[in-house]
C-alpha cells in the first residue's frame, strides 16, 4: 500500500488564555489523505475543524500528536521561512477580501506561487511569469486580462477564483480549503467548490475540503469526517455516510438540512449547545446532546473503531 | 386579507453615470399568519425590496409605486410617520446577529428601549414584557439573560435575541433577510422552528428572504422567485418547488447540490 500523502496521527492542538482552563480545540484526531483523493471534514462552528487545518498548514503549533507530509513531519512555520518540501501544501483561505493583497495586481500574486514551485526545482525558473499566470487565470475560468487588474475588481466568487489559482500555480500536492466558499454567495459556492475539486483531482492532488456545509461536501468528497467538540466522530465514503450515517451526531446533522422538497417539513432540532471545548463533558463527549445515549455513555469515551465510528452503540 | 401589498414597486439608485434602476416593478402580498418566501440569487434585489418596505433604502434612491400597509403608502409617508412605524408595525431581522445587536449595551437595554419609546411603557412593565419576550423565544433564564450581553451567546442564541427585539411592539410585518444563513445546520432548525410557530401564535405576516430553498422549503406558505429586479414566479410553497411554471425557477432546483444524481 502507498503510503499517505497527509497522515495526522492522534493530534492535538491546545489554546491556552490567560487566566482560564487551556482549550483543546482539537483533541486526538487521526486523518489521512491520499494523493487524488477529496476528503470532506464536517461539523458544527467551534468544532475544531479549522484549527484542524491550520495544524496541517504549520499555522498552528501541536501540543501532542504528529503530521506527516509526503514523508516530512509538519513543524510549526517558521519566522519569514517555510520548509521547501512544505510548500507543496497549499491553502485557500475562507475570506477572499481578507486573504489577497489589496494593493497588488492580481498577476503578481499568481506569479508568486509560480516563483515558489521554481524555488522547489519542482518547474525551471520561468523567463517569464505572464504565460503560466494566464494559464492559472483560465483554468480557474477568468479572463486573461484579469492579471492586470487588482482583488477590488472582483466579485468574491471570483476573488475565491483567484485565491485557487494562486494555491494552484505553487503546484501543491495537497490542497488545504478552509470554509473556501462560507463566504461566497449561494450561486457562487457549488460553482468554486466543484471547480477545487476537479482542478485538485486533474493535478493529481489531495484535496482536504473543510465546511460547515453539509450538502456542498456531499458533492464534491469521495470521503467524508464528521467531527465534534475536537474529535472525529465518523468518518466513511461520502456515499455511505449519507446514505446510511450511524453516529446519532451525523444522523442529527444530516436530519436538520431542510429539504427542498416542497413538502414544509420542519427540519429536526438537535437540543442544547456546543460544550465549551475548554471543560468537554465525560464519557462521549456528544452524550448530553445524544438522543441514543444510554447507560455508561457518560463514563466511557469511546474511540474511532475499525468501522469508522465513534460510539457505544456499535462498539 | 393582505396586511402589506407592494404594487409596482421600482427603485432607482444613483450610479456613476445617471441612475441605474434596481428594482423593475415589484408585485407582492403577504398576509397574517402566512410566511412568504422571497427566492432569487444575490444581486436579483429581494434584499432591497426589504429593505424599501422599512423606508431603509440607500440615499438617494428614487422609488416609484405603492407599499400600502393599511391604508398608508408607506412610501410616501413623512419621515417622521415612517419612523414610528418602523420597529412597531413593520420590524426587520438580519443575516448577521454578531453585528446586528449592540455589543456593548445588555440584552435588556435593547429589548426595552424601543418599548419604552414605542409603546410609553414605563420601566417596569417594558421588563416585563421583556422578559415574557425572552421566554416567547426560549432564552433560558430570562430574568438573568436581561443583564447579559451579546458575546455571552452563541450565534443560535443571538438570532433568538434580534427576533424577541423586533418582535417587541407586535408588529403586523416582520421582513427576515436572511435569518439563518450565518448558523449552523442545527441551530438553523431551531431557529426556523421559532419563526413557524411565532407566526402561527402571534398572526404575524413574515417576508422571508433567503436564498436557500430547502430554508424556504420548510417554513415558507408562498414563494415568490425574483430576477434582475422582477418577480418572475409566485405561488403556493408546493407548486414553485415542484412544478415550477418560469424557467429561472426550474435553473435554480437543478442547480442544486445532489440534483443531477438525484
Known amino acids: 500500500m502507498t503510503p499517505h500523502l497527509l497522515s495526522v496521527s492522534d493530534l492535538e492542538v491546545q489554546y491556552r488564555r490567560p487566566g482560564q482552563l487551556p482549550t483543546r480545540a482539537v483533541a486526538g484526531v487521526s486523518l489521512d489523505v491520499q494523493a487524488g483523493e477529496v476528503v470532506g471534514l464536517v461539523g458544527e462552528s ?21 503530521i506527516v507530509f509526503d514523508g516530512t513531519p509538519v513543524g510549526p512555520l517558521r519566522v519569514r521561512r517555510r520548509e521547501p518540501a512544505l510548500t507543496r501544501i497549499q491553502m485557500v483561505f475562507q475570506d477572499p477580501y481578507g486573504s489577497l493583497n489589496p494593493r497588488r495586481r492580481v498577476g503578481a ?12 526545482g519542482d518547474i525551471p525558473v520561468p523567463e517569464s511569469t505572464d504565460g503560466p499566470v494566464e494559464h492559472f487565470l483560465t483554468r480557474v475560468g477568468l479572463p486573461a486580462s484579469a492579471a492586470q487588474r487588482f482583488p477590488h475588481e472582483f466579485s468574491g466568487g471570483q476573488r475565491q477564483r483567484i485565491a485557487i489559482a494562486r494555491a494552484l500555480a505553487a503546484r501543491p500536492s495537497l490542497l488545504v480549503g478552509d470554509e473556501p466558499i462560507s463566504a461566497l454567495d449561494a450561486s457562487a459556492q457549488a460553482q468554486v467548490a466543484s471547480l477545487m475539486r476537479s ?95 444510554f447507560d455508561g455513555c457518560d463514563r466511557e469515551d469511546p474511540r474511532l473503531n475499525a468501522d469508522g465510528v465513534a460510539c457505544r452503540l456499535y462498539a | 386579507m393582505n396586511v402589506l401589498e407592494i404594487a409596482g414597486l421600482t427603485v432607482d439608485l444613483p450610479a456613476e453615470s445617471g441612475r441605474t434602476r434596481i428594482l423593475h416593478g415589484v408585485d407582492l402580498a403577504l398576509q397574517p399568519g402566512r410566511i412568504h418566501g422571497l ?136 421582513i427576515a433577510d436572511e435569518p439563518t444563513t450565518a448558523l449552523d445546520v442545527t441551530v438553523q432548525a431551531g431557529v426556523l422552528r421559532l419563526l413557524r410557530r411565532l407566526c402561527d401564535d402571534l398572526d404575524l405576516a413574515v417576508l422571508l428572504v433567503t436564498h436557500d430553498l430547502g430554508v424556504m422549503s420548510a417554513i415558507a406558505d408562498d414563494v415568490s422567485v425574483m430576477r434582475h429586479g422582477l418577480v418572475v414566479e409566485t405561488g403556493a410553497r408546493g407548486q414553485v418547488l415542484t412544478d415550477p411554471r418560469h424557467e429561472y425557477t426550474r435553473s435554480l432546483l437543478d442547480a442544486l447540490p445532489g440534483r443531477s444524481t438525484a
Request: proline share 9%; aromatic share 4%.
Open chain 1, 199 to 293: 482542478l485538485a483531482v486533474e493535478s493529481g492532488a489531495g484535496l482536504l475540503f473543510i465546511s460547515h456545509d453539509l450538502s456542498v461536501v456531499r458533492l464534491i468528497a469521495d470521503r467524508i469526517a464528521v467531527m465534534y467538540l475536537g474529535r472525529i466522530v465518523e468518518t466513511g465514503t461520502t456515499a455511505e455516510v449519507w446514505d446510511n450515517p450511524r453516529h446519532p451526531y451525523t444522523q442529527a446533522l444530516l436530519a436538520a438540512i431542510p429539504q427542498p422538497d416542497g413538502a414544509g417539513r420542519l427540519p429536526t432540532e438537535l437540543p442544547g449547545d456546543v460544550p465549551d471545548p475548554a471543560a468537554p463533558p465525560s464519557g462521549c463527549r456528544f452524550h448530553p446532546r445524544c438522543p441514543r445515549a
Open chain 2, 39 to 174: 427566492a432569487g440569487e444575490s444581486g436579483s434585489g429581494k434584499t432591497m425590496t426589504g429593505l424599501a418596505v422599512l423606508g431603509l433604502l440607500p440615499p438617494g434612491a428614487a422609488t416609484m409605486g405603492q407599499i400600502r400597509l393599511g391604508s398608508e403608502d408607506l412610501l410616501t409617508l413623512p419621515p417622521r410617520q415612517l419612523n414610528a412605524l418602523r420597529g412597531r408595525s413593520v420590524s426587520m431581522v438580519f443575516q448577521d446577529p454578531s453585528t446586528s445587536l449592540h455589543p456593548m449595551l445588555s440584552i435588556g437595554h435593547q429589548l426595552t428601549d424601543h418599548l419604552r419609546h414605542h409603546l410609553k411603557l414605563d420601566r417596569k412593565a417594558a421588563r416585563r414584557r421583556a422578559v415574557e419576550l425572552l421566554g416567547q423565544v426560549r432564552i433560558p433564564n430570562p430574568e438573568e439573560a436581561l443583564r447579559r450581553y451579546p458575546h455571552q451567546y452563541s450565534g443560535g442564541m443571538r438570532q433568538r435575541i434580534a427576533i424577541a427585539i423586533a418582535l417587541a411592539c407586535e408588529p403586523k410585518v416582520l
Open chain 1, 109 to 120: 500574486q499568481i506569479a508568486d506561487g509560480i516563483r515558489i514551485a521554481a524555488l522547489r
Open chain 1, 46 to 66: 467551534g468544532c475544531g475543524k479549522s484549527t484542524l487545518a491550520r495544524a496541517v498548514c504549520g499555522l498552528t503549533a501541536p501540543t501532542a500528536g504528529g
